[in-house]
Nanobody, 129 residues
Framework: QERLLESGGGSVQAGGSLSLSCSASEGIYGDYCMGWFRQAAGAEREGVAFIDNLGRKYYADSVKGRFTISQDKATNTLYLHMNNLKPEDTAMYYC???????????????????????WGQGTQVTVSS
């Protein structure tokens, strides 16, 4: 099973930027899809951004134009660059991996956590007004 480790969280004022990293210890396979999710206190988990093995990306409407997902397969690292942060971005952020071989159907909902089979422990992002 892949192991995912997030880093880069912290506290920032509204309008600021943060970059999150997710290191995959077992390697990001060529056909994997990767995603970033977040969960605020008392709220449900929310899909934030997705990238597939061909580099295609998808974002939640709430972060479009502000967040950028990227990956470096040479270093097995997934990134989430966050600009113009808002207090409502405050949450625990998780990276997730989808290994297609573990699923019986193609990916249909890239921002649905049920589409992913492995998760990191999370990194906290706090945005103050």
């Amino acid at each position: 099973q892949e192991r995912l480790l997030e880093s880069g969280g912290g506290s920032v004022q509204a309008g600021g930027s943060l970059s999150l990293s997710c290191s995959a210890s077992e390697g990001i396979y060529g056909d994997y899809c990767m995603g970033w999710f977040r969960q605020a206190a008392g709220a449900e988990r929310e899909g934030v951004a997705f990238i597939d093995n061909l580099g295609r990306k998808y974002y939640a409407d709430s972060v479009k134009g502000r967040f950028t997902i990227s990956q470096d397969k040479a270093t097995n690292t997934l990134y989430l660059h966050m600009n113009n942060l808002k207090p409502e971005d405050t949450a625990m952020y998780y990276c997730a991996a989808r290994r297609p071989a573990l699923f019986t159907r193609p990916l249909e909902r890239p921002l649905d956590g049920r589409e992913y089979n492995d998760w990191g422990q999370g990194t906290q992002v706090t945005v103050s007004s």
